[in-house]
């Protein structure tokens, strides 16, 4: 029980570290100058938080209270999985963007991105925000064993 416990907190822990770490993305891109450099440290961060919660998530799967069966054969979590998955996949374009400003602002000083390409990131970084959103709901539906 107090393993299942340790478990559920880092998770948890996790998500609030993964939602922080987007918020700081989110205002860090409304930003003149971008700050290029901080961008791709808390990228970083972000690539850290989603690891912790798969880590942890694996391990209530895999040794917490209700046992695998319960996960595996739960339609909801797949769909919590798939739109984690789908959140992982938006995050690619903006981690690919960090990387090449970064670049960029080794080979010129005074780099700053196009508005367009913030703009693009932008559009990835909501699509992320939508999709980790939604888990939630799922959460709340597989706790009550709906649908």
Same mark, same amino acid.
């Given at each position: 029980m107090v393993i299942d416990a340790v478990f559920a907190f880092l998770h948890f822990f996790g998500i609030g570290c993964l939602v922080a770490v987007l918020a700081m993305q989110t205002a860090l891109l409304s +930003? +003149?100058?971008?700050?290029i450099e901080r961008l791709n440290r808390i990228d970083l961060g972000l690539g850290l938080s989603a690891l912790l919660i798969l880590g942890a998530g $694996? =391990?209530?799967v895999a040794w $917490? *209270?209700?046992?695998?069966d319960y996960y595996w054969g739960n339609p909801v979590f797949w769909v919590k999985m798939a739109l984690f998955f789908g959140a992982g996949l938006a995050?690619?374009?903006? +981690?690919? =963007?960090f990387f090449a400003w970064r670049k960029e602002l080794t080979a010129k000083a005074r780099f700053q991105p196009p508005a367009d390409q913030i703009k693009r990131v932008r559009l990835?970084?909501?699509?992320?925000? /939508? *999709?980790l959103a939604l888990i939630p709901l799922a959460?709340? /539906?597989m706790a009550r064993d709906l649908p």
């Amino acid at each position: 029980m107090v393993i299942d416990a340790v478990f559920a907190f880092l998770h948890f822990f996790g998500i609030g570290c993964l939602v922080a770490v987007l918020a700081m993305q989110t205002a860090l891109l409304s +930003t +003149t100058p971008t700050p290029i450099e901080r961008l791709n440290r808390i990228d970083l961060g972000l690539g850290l938080s989603a690891l912790l919660i798969l880590g942890a998530g $694996g =391990a209530r799967v895999a040794w $917490g *209270l209700k046992g695998i069966d319960y996960y595996w054969g739960n339609p909801v979590f797949w769909v919590k999985m798939a739109l984690f998955f789908g959140a992982g996949l938006a995050s690619v374009p903006p +981690t690919l =963007a960090f990387f090449a400003w970064r670049k960029e602002l080794t080979a010129k000083a005074r780099f700053q991105p196009p508005a367009d390409q913030i703009k693009r990131v932008r559009l990835f970084i909501k699509l992320e925000w /939508l *999709l980790l959103a939604l888990i939630p709901l799922a959460a709340v /539906l597989m706790a009550r064993d709906l649908p």
